[in-house]
């Protein structure tokens, strides 16, 4: 199994960015696929899940309402379209596939297969 971001930038404050996650070696609409970030000095946290059927998603609190995860299991990618972005959104952004239901979406212990990131700067 594999994902691959890309998307990321550097990009003003207000501004947007689409991340894209690319899932090869299996069957990507059996799983539930989860985004996370992790800054300098802090530990790697959710962002966003979405289902392996894009019925449900969840986010974390400071990005609900600014940023939008979602899939095409056609093209087996998965989107994370963020829109007003802001300093404290500077981080590398991870995909990860979701093999357990046990900690909660926003746990890196749900998940066994992660990309390799893409850096996100938000900055004037």
């Known amino acids: 199994a594999q994902l691959v971001e890309s998307g990321g930038g550097l990009v003003q404050p207000g501004g947007s960015l689409r991340l894209s996650c690319a899932a090869s070696?299996?069957?990507?609409?059996?799983?539930?696929i989860g985004w996370f970030r992790q800054s300098p000095g802090k530990g790697r946290g959710g962002v966003s899940c979405?289902?392996?059927?894009?019925?449900?998603?969840s986010y974390e609190d400071s990005v609900e309402g600014r940023f939008t995860i979602s899939r095409d299991n056609a093209k087996n990618t998965v989107y994370l379209q963020m829109n007003s972005l802001k300093p404290e959104d500077t981080a590398v952004y991870f995909c990860?596939?979701?093999?357990?239901?046990?900690?909660?979406?926003?746990?890196?212990?749900?998940?066994?297969?992660w990309g390799q990131g893409t850096q996100v700067t938000v900055s004037s």
């Open positions: 990860a596939r979701r093999y357990l239901r046990r900690w909660g979406w926003y746990s890196a212990l749900d998940y066994d297969y």
């Open positions: 070696g299996f069957t990507s609409d059996d799983y539930a």
């Open positions: 979405i289902t392996s059927s894009g019925g449900s998603t």
